[in-house]
């Protein structure tokens, strides 16, 4: 079996007590490697009354230690679609500019520490940001579809027979959205038949020309045991000789408590045509067993961010969105044990 092995000296950056906007948690960072520059943007929560979240950013040059370019966020909730949070960054590089792919929330999320209870679930979407040097940003806007609830898009690093490509997870493209009465009040905008939907949210993945209309949905990874609940994309895409890498979460429910358990899982898709899985393993490379993993009841490793160097592959996640925190682990291992799994 394939494991990644978590960094032995813990989080490798923790929330800052002295900075208001972060002292609750730093957590599902953006991490991509740039020259010798390693970039990290993460999220960060100050306060848990409402429960707004901001994107702060930091810097390495060994992957481990980060310092924060500045005490205050560089990016956070200000137009109409993210006006109560922005959350979860991805970050690819295409050409010489950076794409960042974020969660956006326009309805407030809590209220005094609660969720608020509302006629429908809180939908969220995903938009895009552009940037060349991380402090100015170009707002494209969202880009998911409307009406589907979507997070966990992430563009893949480079265009593919001349189109953009994404991996996205909308929550109402399944079964179980459309075993309650919502859909008279939605309209989810579906690429098929409800028949022909997964029974739990699952991967998609979709192509552009632009990076703003979006088209051509294809179902690519979904749960497939009785106790999962959902998948989603996790890190952006990694091109290896043998296919995209797609390192995903993977969410199981605990039956005795009711908790959500967070984990990760790897997937390869063909280079030409991502909507062919190549391979895909059955079981978690990665798993919250760590004191700052375990908070509680919440139980969560949240894979979003990564590189390779060399061999060796380097993954960031959020930690019971609290702390991040990095695994590692040997690429060529990984695709050896994948090919065990052809599909």
């Not at 991805?90 to 974020?102: A, G, H, Q, S």
């Not at 520490?113 to 429908?120: D, E, T």
């Not at 043998?242 to 005795?256: A, E, K, M």
């Not at 062919?276 to 908070?295: S, V």
Request: charged share 25%; with cysteine.
């Amino acid at each position: 079996m394939f494991k990644l092995k978590k960094h032995s000296g813990g989080p490798v950056l923790s929330p800052a007590k002295n900075l208001d906007w972060e002292k609750e948690g730093v957590f599902n960072p953006g991490v991509i490697k740039d020259g010798e520059e390693i970039i990290m943007l993460y999220r960060a929560v100050g306060e848990r009354e409402s429960y707004i979240s901001r994107l702060g950013l930091a810097k390495s040059r060994d992957g481990i230690n980060f310092e924060r370019v500045s005490n205050d966020p560089v990016f956070g909730p200000g137009e109409f679609f993210d006006h109560w949070s922005t959350e979860d960054p991805r970050i690819v590089k295409i050409d010489n500019e950076f794409l960042i792919t974020y969660v956006a929330v326009a309805d407030r999320i809590m209220k005094n520490g609660r969720s608020i209870l509302r006629p429908l679930p809180l939908e969220t979407a995903s938009a895009l940001l552009k940037t060349k040097d991380f402090s100015n940003f170009e707002k494209v806007g969202i880009i998911s579809p409307a009406g589907s609830d979507n997070k966990d898009v992430v563009i893949f690093p480079r265009k593919i027979r001349g189109r953009y490509a994404m991996l996205h997870r909308p929550n109402r493209w399944s079964k179980e959205w459309f075993s309650f009465s919502y859909e008279k009040f939605v309209d989810e905008g579906l690429p098929c038949p409800v028949e022909r939907l997964p029974d739990q949210p699952s991967v998609w993945l979709a192509w552009s020309d632009n990076l703003k209309n979006w088209t051509d949905h294809k179902l690519l990874i979904w749960p497939e045991h009785h106790l999962d609940e959902k998948v989603g994309a996790g890190l952006p895409p990694i091109e290896t000789p043998d296919g995209w890498l797609l390192i995903y979460h993977h969410v199981s429910r605990n039956w005795n408590t009711g908790a959500f358990i967070y984990t990760a899982r790897v997937a390869l898709a063909d280079l030409d045509n991502p909507n062919r899985l190549i391979a895909k393993i059955p079981y978690d490379i990665l798993a919250p067993d760590m004191p700052h993993e375990t908070n509680g009841e919440i139980k969560v490793v949240f894979p979003t961010g990564g590189f390779v160097q060399g061999d060796v592959l380097h993954v960031y996640y959020g930690a019971s969105d609290r702390y991040v925190c990095l695994a590692t682990g040997s690429l060529s291992e990984l695709l050896t044990e994948l090919k065990k799994y052809k599909i």
